[in-house]
């Protein structure tokens, strides 16, 4: 098998759906060797800033000198950033050797896409020598893959409802589901939230006998936006967790981290004629976020390029946007859960806001560029928003990434002419 095959036969998987329970994971990760017992884990959970805290976190580990693997998902360019050793994305050939060598294991077992990454990266990062794992959950917590890497830490980020048929209809089930991913005697970071959330996450450490800590949040962070120095309070408070290291070593690291690190699609704005402003917000909580930095610094309302997953509180979020966005490019994303552009503009229009429909992500990306003048944002799934910023750099309309190990893997990625766009989905 080659890469493209291999890609191929994973995506395919996705087909399957979600799975309920971890036997399925358990047992793959058997067949590997257990490699979830070759180094130390940060679990990282919650509906926003999961990505961010992951990076950042990874970031800091890295400047303190640990060898540090990184589980995020979804990816927003291609499948293999997923799982990244000090920033550098698992090599094509690792990824094919994993599956041929456990394939006959995947399909007996019945594994999950999600499933398969997650065991893939332990044996990755088994065969790369890393110290210490941040995995960001993909869903949940109690039934999440990346349970079995059984972490000494777990940070929690916030919560939101999400995802009501499988963790719950109130943001207390849904805290449970999340921070059930902290083993017995472990660390729970997390900043006090709402009553009712906050009862839960006290039951858990009294259940569990957790060892709660209360980060504050950062004075600065990386990346835009003031929730970002929350996200930064809770990498820093983790980094001193798991490491021990004195608060000056930390700080000193995360000040590094802060120069080097750069994550693309969170409130991330490119160069060109028109800038383009891309955003992965693809709930009301992401959403908020969106508008509170937009008001912060630019003229309201901005044209905009938008397309969400049917799954998600997408009429929420077209009354959020009233005002914001003018006119709304709406787009299809490239996924089997995607929401219809024609059914995203008409419930803009219901609302009073001027929708074009674009099924096609690139040509909503040319009308948006079309109407805008200083400023386009592209925003929602990120389906939507990695399509698009490939595809503006590919024609020229962004300045490409910095310089940097990770950038270059992108330019690498974008500028590869056997990868094709699907690679993005």
């Not at 693997?69 to 920033?87: D, K, Q």
């Not at 394939?103 to 065969?127: K, L, P, Q, Y």
């Not at 890497?149 to 209809?169: A, P």
């Not at 005002?323 to 009073?352: D, H, Q, W």
Request: proline residues 4%; contains cysteine; charged residues 25%.
């Amino acid at each position: 098998m080659n890469y493209s095959d291999v890609e191929k036969y994973l995506f395919d998987r996705r087909r399957m759906g979600m799975k309920f329970g971890l036997d399925r994971v358990r047992k793959l990760m058997k067949d590997a060797g257990n490699p979830q017992e070759n180094f130390r884990t940060v679990h990282v959970v919650g509906t926003n800033g999961k990505g961010s805290t992951t990076a950042l976190l990874s970031e800091i580990l890295r400047h303190l000198g640990f060898r540090t693997g990184r589980i995020t998902s979804p990816h927003l360019f291609h499948y293999r950033e997923r799982t990244a050793v000090n920033s550098l994305w698992i090599p094509e050939e690792e990824v094919v050797k994993f599956v041929e060598l456990f394939r006959d294991r995947i399909e007996e077992h019945s594994a999950t896409f999600f499933e398969i990454t997650t065991v893939m990266s332990a044996w990755h990062f088994m065969n790369s020598g890393v110290d210490l794992v941040v995995a960001e959950a993909g869903l949940g917590g109690r039934l999440d893959a990346t349970r079995l890497l059984n972490g000494e830490c777990s940070v929690f980020t916030g919560v939101e409802i999400e995802h009501r048929r499988i963790l719950g209809s109130t943001e207390a089930a849904i805290t449970a589901e999340k921070v059930a991913i902290a083993r017995e005697g472990s660390v729970l970071i997390a900043y006090r939230q709402e009553p009712e959330v906050e009862k839960v996450i006290a039951d858990a450490v009294r259940e569990r006998n957790l060892v709660r800590e209360w980060p504050e949040p950062a004075s600065s962070a990386p990346m835009p936006g003031e929730h970002q120095k929350r996200n930064a309070g809770l990498a820093i408070s983790a980094a001193i967790q798991i490491t021990g290291e004195d608060d000056v070593s930390i700080m000193s690291a995360f000040e590094k981290a802060c120069s080097t690190l750069r994550w693309a699609g969170r409130i991330d704005l490119r160069s060109g004629s028109p800038s383009i402003l891309f955003d992965v917000a693809h709930n009301p909580g992401s959403i908020a976020n969106l508008i509170k930095h937009l008001k912060s610094g630019w003229k309201t309302p901005i044209p905009v390029v938008i397309g969400f997953l049917e799954d998600k509180f997408w009429r929420e979020m077209t009354l959020q946007l009233k005002g914001i966005f003018n006119p709304v490019i709406t787009t299809t994303p490239i996924n089997e859960r995607s929401l219809p552009a024609k059914t995203l503009a008409a419930e803009f229009r219901k609302n009073g806001v001027e929708a074009i429909r674009e099924d096609d992500i690139g040509r909503a990306l040319e009308k948006g560029r079309s109407l805008a003048s200083d400023i386009l944002v592209v925003t929602g799934s990120f389906f939507v928003v990695g399509n698009a910023m490939r595809q503006a750099w590919e024609k020229g309309w962004i300045t490409m990434p910095e310089e940097g190990e990770e950038q270059r893997q992108l330019f690498d990625h974008i500028t590869n002419v056997d990868s094709p766009l699907k690679s993005s989905v």
